[in-house]
């Protein structure tokens, strides 16, 4: 049984006998083994890529909960995303966010960024997702794909450490978070609701969880809650704030950093207050 089975199977994805089955299966049909894992039924293609996005340390997104920017999407042509698999999402800053279904693929993101002179900044996601979000906005094309595509055989990106300035006190309070920002929108929504993990010693920064990818850059306004029966708006404490931290941790949660501003002095107090309570 190779790596991949094992780990299919340590984190509960597959039984050793389903492994079995799809590899008896996989060789002999000529298919890759979580292409035939799909389609035996064993395991979804969303848990493959979350399982891979886990893997990597490569954030993982539904394409579907995002408004797509169309200065994003204009930056590559709509044959090649087709041909690589890749849909530009949004644009913060010279930060271009790229959803591919192979995000360790490096040839594929320096010619991104050879064509659009943007840093890159790649998301796993689904090919089916690519391909019904390249259909809906370019119109349906009728493709077929293999979802080895996205199957990842290097070795696992390192995640770049949460960079701290201070000392860290734990804040376990909810917060809601408000995307203002022209160059980013999710669909449907323009809130999300997470809970904080913890707050510099100084009360600058956050660091806070939430189920939605938020990227680098990304201009906030959170409402922290300090407790859960809030009576009136005076007892939510709202700041200002922009990412400058953001991975995605396991069962599809995103940790996030905050850095702070706009915040009046009592409003700082209290969250520290809340902190040294703990």
Request: proline letters at 4%; a negative charge; glycine letters at 6%.
């Amino acid at each position: 049984m190779d790596d991949l089975e094992s780990k299919l199977i340590s984190c509960g994805l597959i039984t050793a006998q389903q492994a079995l089955q799809a590899e008896k299966e996989a060789l002999a049909c000529g298919k890759a083994l979580c292409a035939t894992l799909v389609k035996l039924g064993f395991v979804t293609e969303e848990d493959m890529v979350i399982f891979f996005a886990n893997e990597s340390s490569v954030p993982y997104i539904r394409v579907s909960d995002y408004c797509v920017s169309p200065q994003a999407l204009a930056l590559l042509d709509e044959n090649f995303c087709r041909q690589h698999l890749v849909i530009p999402v949004f644009k913060v800053n010279e930060v271009l966010f790229v959803a591919v279904s192979n995000p360790l693929d490096t040839a594929l993101m320096d010619n991104i960024f050879k064509i659009t002179g943007c840093d890159i900044e790649p998301l796993i996601a689904s090919c089916s997702q690519i391909l019904s979000n390249l259909n809906l906005y370019y119109g349906p094309e009728d493709e077929d794909f293999d979802i080895e595509r996205y199957i990842i055989k290097q070795s696992a990106i390192k995640r770049v450490p949460f960079h701290r300035e201070s000392e860290r006190l734990d804040l376990k309070i909810p917060v809601s978070v408000t995307i203002d920002d022209k160059n980013f929108a999710l669909r449907g929504s323009s809130s999300v609701d997470g809970f904080t993990q913890n707050i510099s010693n100084g009360g600058a920064a956050i660091g806070m969880e939430v189920f939605f990818f938020l990227p680098k850059g990304v201009n906030l306004i959170l409402e922290f809650k300090p407790h859960q029966d809030i009576k009136s708006a005076e007892e939510i404490i709202k700041v200002k704030g922009q990412v400058v931290h953001s991975f995605m941790g396991k069962n599809k949660k995103f940790f996030l950093g905050i850095q702070l501003y706009d915040m009046d002095r009592s409003g700082r107090n209290r969250l520290l207050k809340l902190a040294s309570q703990i």
